[in-house]
């Protein structure tokens, strides 16, 4: 089994008197794609944020190929590998998504926000750019500007740049969500692609359990902010706990 990519160790968020992810341990690796569930307030997003930076966490750590990135902002763990789609403040509404794309693919190349430097580095650029626009078949509007696409495209859009930044650690916080049903496939099948990708890791926050049967390599549970299961999604799913949580049966955290 390859080494883990990414290590929350007992990581916690207090708000208050509520602690709304507890102790939460667990290991992350490249080729394995990680689906969170959980019922509502589970602390599904509040994991995420404590991951990627949004949140700072009460205690315990968060570990990216052994660098402690728990006190760092976001923008710093974006910069050692951990991506996560609505990070991308580097979107420029009035630019053309091609633009965006190639800006994107710019900042990764370590130039920064500077002007192109020469002609042959802007070709190369577009090229790169390119192959991201094809990949997520954003072609047919790559001349539009990023404000003008559909909400499908847009979240499209967002999965280019994450793309463009090649990140270690790719983090979808329900994908599709407000999607319509023609876009949804290509959004999904981008993330089975990324999920091909041996050096990948991918976290995925989600509530469809179609896209989470057609998706997942691991599932795990949160409930009242706890770790309750985690394992391959047959054994997951059959869990009478998990059911119970489903269900709604008030079962106490592990
Ligand atoms: N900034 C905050 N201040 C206070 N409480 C918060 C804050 N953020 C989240 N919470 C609380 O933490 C708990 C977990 O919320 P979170 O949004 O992480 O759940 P979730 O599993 O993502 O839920 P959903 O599936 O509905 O999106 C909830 O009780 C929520 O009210």
Not at 14 to 36: K, M, Q
Not at 143 to 150: D, F, T
Not at 235 to 242: A, D, H, I, K
């Amino acid at each position: 089994m390859s080494k883990p990519s990414l290590i929350t160790q007992d990581l916690t968020i207090r708000f208050g008197g509520h602690v709304a992810v507890n102790a939460v341990s667990c290991d992350f690796r490249p080729g394995e794609l990680t689906v969170i569930v959980g019922p509502n307030g589970a602390g599904k997003t509040t994991y995420f944020n404590l991951i990627s930076g949004q949140l700072r966490a009460t205690s315990g750590r968060v570990l990216k190929d052994g660098t402690d990135l728990t006190k760092m902002a976001p923008s710093t763990r974006a910069h050692h590998g951990v991506g996560r789609a609505f990070q991308l403040t580097n979107l420029f509404p009035e630019l053309s998504v091609l633009e965006n794309i190639r800006l994107a693919v710019q900042a990764r190349s370590g130039d920064g926000w500077r002007i192109f430097r020469s002609a042959r580095s802007l070709t190369e650029l577009t090229a790169r750019a390119e192959r991201y626009l094809e990949a997520t078949k954003l072609q047919g509007v790559a001349h539009q500007a990023a404000s003008e696409l559909s909400h499908g495209d847009q979240r499209k859009l967002e999965v280019a740049l994450l793309m463009a930044m090649e990140p270690d650690i790719y983090m979808f916080d329900e994908p599709t969500a407000g999607m319509s049903l023609d876009h949804a496939p290509d959004v999904l099948e981008l993330i089975a692609e990324i999920k091909h990708d041996t050096s990948k890791t991918v976290l995925l926050v989600e509530h469809k359990m179609d896209v989470v049967r057609a998706l997942a390599d691991r599932i795990i549970v949160l409930h009242n902010g706890t770790l309750l299961a985690d394992g391959n999604p047959e054994e997951v799913m059959s869990s009478q706990l998990v059911k119970d949580v489903y269900l709604g049966k008030g079962v106490e955290p592990a």
